[in-house]
């Protein structure tokens, strides 16, 4: 693996909040504020968006916020490939944003969500999240990321058999196989966002809860193998990580 980053040289803000109520307003007012400003500037904004148990509280917050969500395409930082509903994280996103004003937002598949119609026979749907997300009049990017009890971000998992693969990968979206990771046995396939195709975003957000994952997120900053913790990372990029916390 030729992936290198140092976590003790990274650039990050951390800001937190006393309870999960605040975390989802300062958040989403981050999240909101950066697609604003593409929108302003660039015309439209990408919204890349993860999922997991953690970061409903601040996508329902954000459709509050007074933004031209007609200008946004809202897509995911990756995917878990399953028949069960729960396990979409494309779900989760329709369920907790597309509502009011953000119903205007356009929706980017990365994965054929269940209840949906299949794809077309022979769409390569990675293929086609790779050509989106690299194509020259894409608008700036905003990714929000969480980090899973084992370090995992993304679908970027500890001691994957393809992380790293998918750390130096040229592309933007890969596949991962998680099979072999406990903490993912259920969604074993998944499609993720990669260091390069986040590394140029206008903003990174990272979305943490919770004591344990304040100390995980304490032990990544110290110098060690991407491999243990693969959100060390989202210490790679041209902008500083803001993370968001609550307990
Ligand atoms: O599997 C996933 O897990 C991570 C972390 O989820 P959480 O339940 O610990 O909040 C998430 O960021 C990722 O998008 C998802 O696919």
């Not at 309870?19 to 929108?39: C, F, K, N, P, Y």
């Not at 794809?119 to 690299?134: S, T």
């Amino acid at each position: 693996m030729s992936f290198r980053v140092d976590p003790a040289a990274s650039d990050y803000r951390w800001t937190e909040f006393r309870d999960v109520e605040a975390w989802a307003e300062g958040a989403s007012d981050a999240i909101v504020a950066a697609l604003a400003h593409a929108v302003q500037e660039r015309g439209g904004a990408r919204l890349l968006l993860s999922g997991g148990g953690t970061p409903a509280p601040v996508y329902r917050a954000l459709p509050d916020a007074v933004l031209d969500w007609s200008k946004v395409r809202v897509g995911l930082v990756d995917e878990r490939a399953s028949d069960a509903a729960e396990a979409s994280n494309a779900l989760l996103v329709r369920e907790t944003l597309l509502r009011d004003g953000a119903r205007a937002a356009v929706l980017e598949p990365l994965h054929p969500v269940p209840g949906d119609p299949p794809p077309q026979p022979g769409a390569d749907l990675v293929a086609e999240a790779d050509a989106r997300h690299r194509a020259a009049d894409a608008p700036p990017l905003v990714a929000v990321f969480g980090m899973g009890d084992d370090g995992h971000t993304a679908s970027l998992f500890p001691h994957g058999p393809d992380l790293a693969d998918a750390l130096d990968a040229e592309a933007h979206f890969v596949r991962t196989d998680a099979s072999a990771i406990a903490g993912a046995r259920g969604w074993p396939r998944r499609i993720t966002l990669t260091p390069a195709g986040w590394r140029h975003a206008a903003a990174r957000i990272l979305l943490l809860r919770g004591d344990g994952k304040r100390r995980l997120f304490g032990r990544a900053l110290e110098s060690g193998d991407v491999a243990e913790l693969p959100v060390r990372a989202l210490f790679a990029g041209d902008t500083p990580l803001h993370v968001y916390w609550c307990p």
